[in-house]
């Protein structure tokens, strides 16, 4: 089955950079584009980026341009988020997610457990 | 980008209930509108998708409808486990945005 295992909890401090991971199984994994989407505390979602790990495509929210690097790793199937110049504002959950299938690539069928990252000085 | 507005932000239903939400994108967006539910602490789960595709392993009480501008959807009976944020999102262009969530509580 389908399965998304992100990287553990992070505190950073403000002006840090943070690197999340995003472990795909059960699946081919260069079919599939690979989403971020986050989550402040108490708020809604937020799309921040797509990536496709064919490295054809990478697209991110004009608010994340120039912080946001999505990269992989074909050897291990993982998928990675970095966000730079953290601020308070960044505190989330982020969250990977998967397209449903190559068809509707942008519903999103599948979502990894999501990683805390908490920005604090 | 693409706002896309839901209606309500929350309401109170009771188990058994007929529950309808509401979606308004600011542009045209054909059918490439999805249905979300996040439950407390956990990630958000796909109802539906491309306006009215029921996903698969969803209780068919789910059920979408619109097209263009104007989307809904409704839960025929709430059931308990139904108690979660409803979101919706655009997938017609990216930036792919979502809805505000419509918080769903026990009356």
């Known amino acids: 089955q389908v399965q998304l295992v992100q990287s553990g909890a992070e505190v950073k401090g403000p002006g840090a950079s943070v690197k999340v991971s995003c472990e795909t199984s059960?699946?081919?994994?260069?079919?599939?584009?690979i989403h971020w989407v986050r989550q402040a505390p108490g708020q809604g979602l937020e799309w921040m980026g797509v990536f496709d790990p064919t490295g054809s495509l990478t697209e991110s929210a004009q608010k994340f341009q120039g912080r946001i690097t999505m990269s992989r790793e074909t050897s291990t199937t993982t998928v990675y988020m970095e966000l730079s110049s953290l601020r308070s504002e960044d505190t989330a959950v982020y969250y990977c997610a998967r397209g449903r299938d190559v068809t509707y690539a942008y519903s999103i069928g599948y979502w990894g457990q999501g990683s805390l990252v908490t920005v604090s000085s | 980008d693409i706002q896309m507005t839901q209606s309500p932000s929350s309401l109170s239903a009771s188990v058994g209930d007929r529950v309808t939400i509401t979606c308004r994108a600011s542009?045209?967006?054909?059918?490439?509108l999805n249905w979300y539910a996040q439950r407390r602490g956990k990630a958000p789960e796909l109802l539906i998708y491309t306006a009215s595709k029921l996903q698969g392993g969803v209780p068919s009480r789910f059920s979408g409808s619109g097209y263009g501008t104007d989307f809904t959807l409704t839960i025929s009976g709430l059931q308990p486990e139904d108690f979660a944020t409803y979101y919706c999102q655009q997938s017609y262009f990216p930036p792919l945005t979502f809805g505000g969530g419509t918080k769903v509580e026990i009356k």
């Open positions: 542009e045209y967006i054909s059918a490439s």
């Open positions: 059960g699946y081919t994994f260069i079919t599939y584009y």
